[in-house]
């Protein structure tokens, strides 16, 4: 904990004026906040948002220090210190001057001293004990700027960083789902301007990877990374696309729904599963996967060990079956949970006749028996074999495979 700098101790008259302000402190950093946005220019644009969020938290807790000090409370610096340097360091990635901090430093004193002046006026306080409050507001705003000025220097110095290795590293922070400032300040250092959504692309390019300048600078992207990430803005993204193609005609580029910035992580994993399924053949294979078209299968393939557990005990009665039989009534057994068909209907769709589906479903009957009447075991089994099914109709034996095993040691 830090000490506080030596400080004159305030008159009880003083003391008891402030105490009077307590209840106040949001109400005034508030007021604070507000006169800043409208009084520096350039504030009040929407991109300051997350600034202006900071400087009210930054007063508001600094007042709450001041408070507690002058009723010889005891008090910790650093947070508050911590928060003044971040507004230095966010004021200079913004690319403003220390005009702005100066303006803004001005204003709040003049709203804090306004409050004072008329508290002191209601509650008749005398020039001294006023004088006294204003010594010690003058000392610990000289502080916070000092703070404010090492912040700055240091966000000055950031924002001279090569703006190759800052895109690099937000990139990482979106596809990390990293924290909202880390991402916004190395935005700002690499001058990238960040959009409400983004489109997260990953590209299979084997030795042909994509390179960052043939994208253009509104795409973010790494090579040496399998897949290759992408990130743009969604109103970029077919532009984007399209300079993946011509880049490397012979990549796959998986490209995920839009999403909100924030979850650019879960994107990622989205858009890198489908290129497993696609590996898998669970999702047919094309050079630009649309990953809208096959959310299902992404979300059924979520939990490949959970799905692989859940067949070993739910799918025994079909495991036992030889494997054209397996393969028949599975599909049948499907068909039949999706849509609740007549056994005519379900024909159609599978291009057999309906006494075949008959036939079938007596089987499917026999080796299910009342579980199929349960509505949460229906759930399970329709998700299951909605996940599992399109599995074995590409070739993956290792469900049949572990419980052969699991026989053979049970």
């Not at 008159?11 to 402190?25: D, F, K, N, T, Y």
């Amino acid at each position: 904990m830090r000490a506080a700098p030596p400080r004159a101790a305030l008159p009880g008259s003083a003391q008891w004026m402030i105490s009077s302000l307590e209840g106040r402190v949001r109400e005034v950093a508030e007021q604070v906040t507000d006169q800043v946005r409208s009084g520096v220019p350039g504030l009040a644009d929407p991109a300051d948002a997350r600034l202006l969020d900071l400087v009210f938290t930054a007063v508001h807790n600094a007042m709450r220090v001041f408070v507690d000090e002058s009723l010889g409370r005891e008090v910790s610096y650093l947070p508050v210190e911590d928060m003044f340097r971040k507004v230095g360091y966010r004021v200079a990635l913004r690319g403003r001057d220390l005009d702005t901090i100066d303006q803004g430093m001005a204003i709040a004193v003049g709203v804090i001293s306004d409050e004072l002046r008329v508290s002191a006026a209601e509650n008749e306080l005398s020039a001294g004990a006023l004088n006294a409050i204003n010594d010690a507001i003058t000392t610990f705003v000289g502080q916070l700027t000092e703070q404010i000025a090492v912040g700055y220097r240091a966000g000055a110095q950031a924002r001279s960083t090569d703006s190759g290795l800052a895109r690099a590293r937000l990139l990482t922070a979106l596809l990390a789902g990293t924290d909202e400032d880390e991402v916004e300040t190395q935005a700002a250092i690499a001058g990238w301007e960040l959009p409400d959504q983004v489109t997260v692309i990953a590209v299979e390019a084997g030795d042909q990877a994509v390179r960052g300048d043939a994208l253009g600078p509104k795409a973010l992207t790494r090579t040496g990374r399998t897949p290759q990430p992408v990130v743009c803005a969604t109103a970029d993204a077919e532009e984007v696309v399209a300079a993946i193609r011509r880049s490397a005609p012979q990549a796959r580029a998986s490209v995920c729904w839009p999403v909100p910035r924030g979850d650019a992580s879960a994107a990622w994993t989205w858009a890198t599963r489908a290129l497993s399924l696609v590996e898998a053949r669970v999702i047919p294979a094309r050079p630009v996967i649309e990953c809208v078209r096959f959310r299902t299968e992404i979300w059924l393939h979520a939990e490949p060990v959970l799905r692989r557990q859940l067949a070993q005990e739910l799918l025994q009665p079909l495991f036992n079956e030889t494997e054209n039989s397996r393969e028949i009534l599975s599909e049948t057994l499907l068909v039949w949970l999706e849509t609740r068909d007549s056994a005519p209907a379900i024909a159609a769709r599978l291009g057999v006749h309906p006494q075949t589906v008959r036939y079938r479903w007596k089987r499917i009957n026999e080796l299910f028996g009342d579980s199929l009447h349960d509505p949460d075991y229906v759930v399970q089994l329709t998700l299951l074999l909605k996940a599992s099914v399109p599995l074995w109709v590409a070739g993956d034996q290792s469900d049949f495979r572990r419980f052969r095993e699991q026989e053979e040691t049970g």
